[in-house]
C-alpha cells in the first residue's frame, strides 16, 4: 500500500504508522493537500431544549408583552428561543403600532370625507 500522506510505499504489515512521515495510517483524516476542516461546531453551552422553533415567535407576534418577557427571562438560559420570541414581539409590537396609524388614518379620511360632504350638502 501506500501512505495517502506522503506517497511513499510502506509495507502493508509494517503497522499502522507510516515510517516516512509518521503519520497513522487508519485514521479517517482528509487526504493531503485538501483544505483545513472547519473548525467543529463550539459545544453546546446551552439547553437541549433550546431548538429553534417558530412557534415562539408567533406567540411574541399574537403576544408582543408576552414575548417580550419571555425574551428577558430566557436570554441567558435559552438564547435562542429568547431571540425568536423577542423577534416575532417586535414585529408584532411594529404590526400593531402601523395597525393603529392606519386606523387612525382612515377615521381621518372618514372624518374630513363627512365633513367636506356636509359642507357641500348645504344649499
Ligand atoms: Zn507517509
Redesign the pocket.
Known amino acids: 500500500m501506500f501512505?495517502k500522506?506522503?506517497g511513499?510505499q510502506i509495507d502493508d504489515e509494517g503497522g499502522s504508522f507510516?515510517p516516512?512521515?509518521g503519520?497513522h495510517l487508519l485514521e479517517n483524516c482528509p487526504p493531503a493537500g485538501s483544505p483545513a476542516q472547519p473548525p467543529p461546531y463550539p459545544a453546546p453551552r446551552y439547553n437541549l431544549q433550546d431548538l429553534p422553533n417558530g412557534g415562539w415567535t408567533v406567540l411574541g407576534f399574537f403576544f408582543p408583552l408576552v414575548g417580550f418577557i419571555l425574551y428577558l427571562v430566557w436570554q441567558t438560559t435559552f438564547p435562542i428561543r429568547s431571540k425568536l420570541c423577542g423577534k416575532g414581539a417586535l414585529i408584532g409590537v411594529i404590526a400593531e403600532v402601523v395597525l393603529v396609524v392606519l386606523y387612525i388614518i382612515v377615521i381621518f379620511v372618514i372624518i374630513a370625507a363627512a365633513s367636506a360632504s356636509y359642507r357641500y350638502g348645504q344649499p
Open positions: 501512505c500522506y506522503c511513499k507510516c516516512y512521515c503519520k
